[in-house]
């Protein structure tokens, strides 16, 4: 099955720096998103990207799908940021078989 | 506001107990799906299932099994907990026709011991 890998596995930030979280996939894929999980464990869509650039507020992320990568721009990060941020990823739309990578655990010191 | 919730948010079985999560949505979605979640390991398929009545094995289902009867509830059992199965449960769902648009519940802490 396609492999799906996230760097760096933790990252402790002071508020207001920015990140950079990055997902590797193995194979083509027609579906990616990222999650984040916050420390109570609820786990909210943050980005639908399967290809291109998107912008949400502070966050953004960035697919380049030739090079099965996509990034995830933190910027001005806030202590409301942490938590784990997953990456999904879908061969094809739709199929039931989202695969997820490990996570990035993120903390946010005030 | 509550769209997926999770009859539990932590539990604690003996081994070979027969356990019970529950999962409801109230967003009438066609697809819906269990996931268990462990450190280093991301969150990982165990079944799933796109209608009522029908179920599909992920990635990890030995020592589970699913029902269900009714759209907006899909449960997850346990035939047997034995202690790896220890982890964080999570139910998502999503409609027919728009993967992306994925919904998960709080989780579900569970501890065999």
């Known amino acids: 099955g396609i492999q799906v890998e996230q760097s760096p596995p933790d990252l402790i930030l002071q508020e207001g720096a920015n990140s950079t979280l990055r997902c590797n996939f193995s194979?083509?894929?027609?579906?990616l998103q990222w999650f984040h999980q916050n420390p109570w464990g609820q786990l909210i869509n943050l980005f639908y990207i399967p290809s291109g650039t998107k912008q949400n507020g502070r966050l953004s992320a960035t697919t380049v799908a030739t090079e099965r990568y996509s990034l995830l721009y933190i910027s001005s990060s806030q202590t409301t940021d942490s938590g784990v941020y997953f990456c999904?990823?879908?061969?094809?739309?739709?199929?039931?078989?989202?695969?997820f990578g490990a996570g990035t655990r993120l903390t946010v010191k005030p | 506001d509550v769209k997926v919730t999770q009859s539990s948010r932590y539990l604690v079985k003996r081994t070979g107990e027969k356990v019970f999560l529950e999962c409801v949505q109230d967003?009438?979605?066609?697809?819906m799906f269990w996931y268990r979640q462990d450190p280093g390991l991301g969150l990982r398929l165990i079944y799933f299932?796109?209608?009522?009545?029908?179920?599909e094995k992920g990635d990890i289902p030995e020592g589970y099994s699913v029902s269900r009867e009714k759209k907006e509830r899909f449960s997850l059992i346990l035939e047997s907990a034995s202690t790896n199965q220890t982890s964080m449960y999570l139910c998502?769902?999503?409609?027919?026709?728009?993967?992306?648009?994925?919904?998960f519940g709080p989780g579900t802490r569970l501890t065999v011991t």
């Open positions: 194979d083509s894929v027609n579906n």
């Open positions: 967003m009438d979605h066609e697809n």
């Open positions: 999904a990823v879908e061969r094809e739309w739709n199929n039931n078989d989202m695969r």
């Open positions: 998502a769902s999503f409609p027919r026709d728009s993967a992306y648009e994925q919904y």
């Open positions: 299932s796109y209608d009522v009545k029908m179920k």
